[in-house]
Nanobody
Framework: QVKLVESGGGLVQAGGSLRLSCAAS????????MGWFRQAPGKEHEFVAG????????YYADSVKGRFTISRDNAKNTVYLQMNSLKPEDTAVYYC?????????????????WGQGTQVTVSS
């Protein structure tokens, strides 16, 4: 059973930066595509960034392209989301997810594992 644990969320002013981390345990990390979803109050989950299982492809939602960067350290079984130039509309709970042998983008239904989420709040 794979367990994903996010960290790094918090409160930041608009224009600031945060780095989220997601540590995986209990599985073979390199076999998993990893991605980040977010859910703002009253809205559906949004897939914001993903990295394919072999690391060959990366995806970003238009809303974060050029500001967010996803990366992974297979030696540490960890995936990161570097978030720069944050905006109030980035405020959401951010979830890390994994999809076995997945591509750079995958849906909630295609996810095999989810973390518990970490709150990101961007003040104006």
């Amino acid at each position: 059973q794979v367990k994903l644990v996010e960290s790094g969320g918090g409160l930041v002013q608009a224009g600031g930066s945060l780095r989220l981390s997601c540590a995986a345990s209990g599985g073979t990390f390199i076999r998993y595509a990893m991605g980040w979803f977010r859910q703002a109050p009253g809205k559906e989950h949004e897939f914001v960034a993903g990295n394919s299982w072999n690391g060959g492809a990366t995806y970003y939602a238009d809303s974060v392209k050029g500001r967010f960067t996803i990366s992974r350290d297979n030696a540490k079984n960890t995936v990161y989301l570097q978030m720069n130039s944050l905006k109030p509309e980035d405020t959401a709970v951010y979830y890390c997810a994994g999809a076995r042998f997945g591509g750079a983008t995958f849906s909630r239904d295609e996810s095999d594992y989810w973390g518990q989420g970490t709150q990101v709040t961007v003040s104006s």
